[in-house]
């Protein structure tokens, strides 16, 4: 069988608006050069984000006619709960609108002013309810993370020492959890091994801390773990997903990405006091505990998403067709993060453009301009949306200065892939010309969403 042959059939049709050069400039300027705020219309192949983009199976539709819209004791909310327990191995589950719905209540519950969180690498909706919180994050992540060459099979993993440097620093009762992400996302989608988890869970052990677990793409770390990590290659995906969850405390989950849907989360926990007081919030900031935030059919869709997403032969194909992109865009020579992760591949904006500096906004500026290539777009992943130090006001200066070409789920084919890695491509040979970008408006929160931007010098890659 060709090896990246897609697991599925087409049974519905999207059609797409095929756009000129001369629409994609107007577009982009429109946008204030920020992908975020181009329309959807405009776009030919979405690679934003992998997040409520995917596409659900005729069984999620058919899912859908059968959720119980009743305000409390909802049967799809019984479904719901029934899937996390079987598959995340967790007993109390709390549905939300989406993952920072959950990360939300979890920080409102667990954090109190002057807390440190550590978690290797942030993420941008984690860290700042953390901070809304009063707490403090730090990253606890390996040095590999940060550089992205280097080929290590588990970048995403806990920097032992680091972690127990905090402990011992901030002293453990001021550290309310430990936050640890699978994959990890900023870094690039990489993995964490079993064995660094649970030697996680044993220094958490030891100094009396909570360990949860940001289960946004736990599915692809499990497949990674089946592929490199030692003993782990006859083991289904399914007993790998809940041997890592059997590691921590509790979860939050961002429906969006693994669970097949396109909105939902949920908070999970085996601890009966987290549940009792993420409960009692959950009813001011999402909704009564039988829909949190969601409607039923969406309850019923995210249930049959759950079980799909374990489904060996679905997750192999997914990650397959991410690093197929990944290579293609290799054996052109174009600088991208490896080895390749799970949910996308990560152009290295300063090695694609080593005229700019940092505080030209290279990765934003690049996201720009492929989109005005080939009507691709991608994501920026760098200073923009690292955002500025809440004490000093300066901009935060990450290491990984990124532009992310996220995959969708079942949603695009190999020759789509195709059209991705020759825009990309192209781009890279006129890489010279694209200029840095500048603020012309800057949130004061979440920046990178709504940010406006102008190019720094008239250029032929933002022309017709
Ligand atoms: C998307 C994401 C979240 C937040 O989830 P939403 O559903 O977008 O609110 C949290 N953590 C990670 C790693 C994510 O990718």
């Not at 608006?17 to 982009?28: A, D, G, L, N, S």
């Not at 327990?85 to 109390?92: A, L």
């Not at 959890?177 to 870094?187: D, E, K, Q, R």
């Not at 290491?399 to 789920?409: I, S």
Request: charged share 25%; proline share 6%; hydrophobic share 40%.
């Amino acid at each position: 069988m060709v090896k990246r042959a897609e697991p599925y059939r087409i049974k519905a049709v999207e059609p797409l608006h095929m756009t000129t050069r001369k629409e994609r400039v107007e577009e982009i300027e429109a946008a204030g050069y920020n992908t975020f705020l181009i329309r959807s219309r405009m776009v030919y192949i979405d690679l934003l984000t992998d997040s409520g983009t995917n596409a659900m199976s005729d069984r999620q539709w058919a899912a859908l006619m059968v959720g119980d819209e009743a305000y409390s004791g909802s049967e799809s909310f019984f479904h719901f709960e029934k899937a996390v327990q079987d598959v995340y191995g967790m007993p109390y589950v709390v549905p939300t609108h989406q993952g920072r719905g959950a990360e939300h209540i979890l920080s409102q519950v667990l954090i109190k002013p002057g807390d440190v969180i550590p978690g290797n690498m942030y993420f941008t909706t984690t860290r700042e309810h953390q901070e809304l919180a009063g707490g403090q994050f730090v990253d606890i992540i390996c040095d590999a993370a940060h550089d992205p060459q280097d080929l290590s099979p588990f970048k995403g993993n806990v920097d032992l020492g680091k972690l127990e440097q905090v402990f011992k620093e901030v002293g453990p009762e001021h550290v309310p959890y430990v936050s640890i992400a699978l994959t990890v996302n900023m870094a690039g989608g990489q993995p964490v091994s079993l064995e660094n988890l649970r030697a996680v869970r044993a220094l958490c052990d030891r100094y009396h801390v909570r360990l949860y677990m940001d289960a946004t793409r736990a599915v692809e770390n499990a497949f990674f773990v089946q592929e490199r990590e030692p003993g782990q290659s006859d083991r289904p995906i399914r007993e790998i997903f809940k041997e890592q969850l059997s590691y921590v405390d509790g979860c939050t989950m961002s429906g969006k990405k693994d669970n097949l849907v396109n909105i939902g989360g949920f908070l999970a926990t085996r601890d009966p006091e987290v549940f009792e007081a993420a409960r009692e919030l959950l009813v001011v900031f999402e909704g009564f505990p039988h829909y949190g935030g969601l409607a039923g059919r969406d309850m019923e869709a995210i249930s049959v998403g759950i079980r799909e997403m374990v489904d060996d032969e679905y997750i192999k194909h997914r990650v397959l067709q991410v690093r197929g992109l990944g290579e293609r865009l290799q054996a052109a020579g174009v600088p991208i993060v490896l080895p390749v992760g799970g949910h996308g591949v990560f152009l290295d904006a300063r090695r694609f453009l080593p005229h700019l500096e940092q505080e030209q906004l290279p990765a934003q500026a690049l996201a720009a301009a492929l989109y005005v290539q080939g009507g691709v777009r991608a994501m920026e992943r760098g200073v923009v949306s690292s955002g500025r130090d809440p004490v000093t006001g300066e901009n935060h200066h990450p290491k990984l200065e990124l532009v992310r070409l996220t995959v969708p789920r079942r949603v695009y084919t190999e020759s789509h892939m195709d059209v991705v890695a020759e825009s990309v491509s192209e781009l890279y040979q006129h890489r010279s010309e694209i200029p840095g970008l500048r603020f012309v408006h800057e949130p004061k929160r979440l920046r990178f969403f709504t940010a406006r931007f102008e190019p720094l010098r008239p250029s032929p890659v933002f022309q017709a």
